[in-house]
């Protein structure tokens, strides 16, 4: 593990510091293949500030800290404000033995985690990319997820919630890009949440640490900066499970979480402007356990279901809800569901802009499905 981590870091660092003297004049940065669109202002939970996703984390992670005194926070590089900065100032503000590093070695510090939350400490543990989550995946699978079924309900570890950064980022190539949701969707006991913004990122996640179930946060990385809207100051949840439907449509149901939905966003004003289709857009925002009845309901009304990850599309979350939607809905489908995924390949570095499923697959899709 040590020595994948450090030179894997240590290159990451580099392309995150603008003062870094990797970067030179024949350099160029490459556009997002994206356009973050923010939320309007929420009114419902208070006044409100400018964050970004990593200062809306940050602010998720001080209020459990202020309000619980049971609360710890540990990982790698934590105790300085990690990789990302999501917890940055915490230490100071609430001491060492709250905000505490670990060493490198991921099976331990979800070892830990699980040992906390079953001693009733409200346990965060953060991993430092999503990509290095598998030498836990033992505990979370076997441990954590398990606990409290092979106890009878004597015991649980429902305190413990585990943050990751995850998803593309540009430039993460193999081991900074994956997106390892489909994997622990297989997994009964556990939650897996991923946002699309900073409200959202700090609403679910304050719903992840208060649920009395062990919780995968996954966090994605290219939105810690490139998101920012007007988040609420005050404590908030958004409920679990359930999915959000964020633009109405009558043609083609676009599902996808995370990053991805900003690409459909922009697909799906690409249908109307050029095909005049009319899509309704759904951020699923929980893995397991997903909305089935939102996704289904808004099936019905279009007739048709693109669903779309960066992850592999073999044996990806999308093909578990295109099974859903098969058996649920299938007198109701106008043409066969469309997967516009991630290609079945390890996360390239140079072809990464290939690889991605961008707006232009998705437009592609859509077209197929509605000439079917």
């Known amino acids: 593990m040590l020595s994948l981590h450090i030179p894997t870091l240590s290159a990451t660092l580099l392309k995150l510091s603008p003062s870094s003297?990797?970067?030179?004049k024949t350099q160029r940065r490459?556009?997002?293949h994206f356009t973050f669109q923010p939320d309007p202002v929420p009114t419902q939970y208070g006044p409100t500030q400018k964050m970004n996703l990593f200062q809306s984390v940050t602010s998720a992670l001080d209020n459990t800290l202020a309000s619980d005194p049971t609360a710890v926070i540990f990982g790698e590089d934590v105790a300085f404000g990690g990789v990302f900065r999501c917890t940055v100032g915490l230490r100071d503000k609430y001491g060492k033995d709250r905000v505490f590093n670990t060493p490198l070695c991921e099976q331990g510090i979800v070892g830990f985690g699980i040992g906390a939350a079953v001693a009733g400490a409200t346990a965060i543990a953060e991993i430092q990319f999503a990509d290095y989550i598998y030498p836990a995946f033992d505990q979370i699978?076997?441990?954590a997820a398990k606990y409290r079924y092979r106890s009878g309900n004597l015991f649980d570890c429902g305190n413990l919630t585990i943050r990751a950064p995850w998803g593309c980022v540009g430039h993460g190539s193999l081991y900074h890009s994956q997106s390892p949701e489909a994997f622990f969707a297989h997994c009964p006991g556990i939650k897996v949440v991923i946002p699309r913004s900073p409200v959202q990122a700090k609403g679910l996640l304050l719903a992840c640490i208060?649920?009395?179930?062990?919780?995968?946060?996954?966090?994605?990385k290219i939105l810690y900066r490139a998101a920012v809207e007007q988040v609420p100051v005050e404590p908030y949840t958004i409920p679990l499970s359930q999915?959000?439907?964020?633009?109405?449509?009558s043609d083609v149901t676009l599902v996808a979480w995370g990053t991805q939905i900003h690409v459909m966003r922009e697909v799906a004003n690409m249908a109307q402007e050029k095909l005049g289709v009319s899509c309704e857009l759904i951020d699923l925002q929980t893995i397991l356990p997903w909305d089935t009845e939102t996704v289904?309901?808004?099936?019905?009304?279009?007739?048709?279901?693109?669903i779309s990850h960066e992850a592999p599309i073999t044996g990806g979350f999308a093909a578990e809800i295109s099974s859903t939607v098969q058996e649920e809905c299938f007198l109701n489908l106008e043409a066969p569901i469309s997967r516009v995924c991630g290609y079945d390949t390890p996360f390239p570095h140079i072809f990464e802009p290939f690889y991605i499923p961008d707006k232009w697959k998705c437009f592609e899709a859509i077209k197929k499905m509605i000439n079917y």
């Open 21 to 24: 003297n990797s970067r030179t």
């Open 243 to 249: 999915a959000e439907i964020l633009q109405e449509g």
């Open 30 to 32: 490459h556009a997002a």
């Open 296 to 306: 289904c309901k808004s099936v019905v009304k279009t007739g048709r279901l693109l």
């Open 141 to 143: 699978v076997n441990e």
């Open 210 to 220: 208060a649920d009395q179930n062990p919780c995968i946060f996954f966090e994605p």
